[in-house]
């Protein structure tokens, strides 16, 4: 089974690829999606999602796991990234890919 993991953001989005074989998982590719550059914010998630897109074309998962939104301080961060996983979703789902949703991993600093 392959996975493409989805690590949302207006400005940065993470990404990585995993294949398990068995009990074990084998690294086949990660990276960024940078929007920074992209004027408007309508813009921006427009070409996540086109990214997005392109991601699961090339790697062709059975599964993407979306990091779920965690609460955030700033309201105005909190709603920009349920905007970044709105488009990440619809991404997946026009794909017609299963999306699995991932609780934060606590880090251990």
Do not use: K
Request: proline fraction near 5%; charged fraction near 15%.
């Amino acid at each position: 089974m392959r996975a493409l993991g989805i690590d949302p953001g207006t400005r940065v989005t993470g990404w990585g690829v995993v294949e398990s074989a068995g009990p074990l998982l084998r690294y086949l590719a990660s990276g960024t999606v940078c929007l920074g550059g992209v004027a408007s914010l309508g813009e921006r998630l427009a070409r996540l999602q086109a990214e997005c897109l392109g991601l699961i074309d090339t790697w062709t998962p059975s599964v993407v796991v979306l990091e779920r939104a965690f609460v955030a301080r700033n309201v105005q961060s909190a709603l920009r990234l349920g905007e970044a996983r709105g488009a990440i979703l619809a991404a997946v789902a026009s794909a017609g890919v299963a999306c699995q949703r991932q609780r934060n991993s606590p880090h251990p600093w």
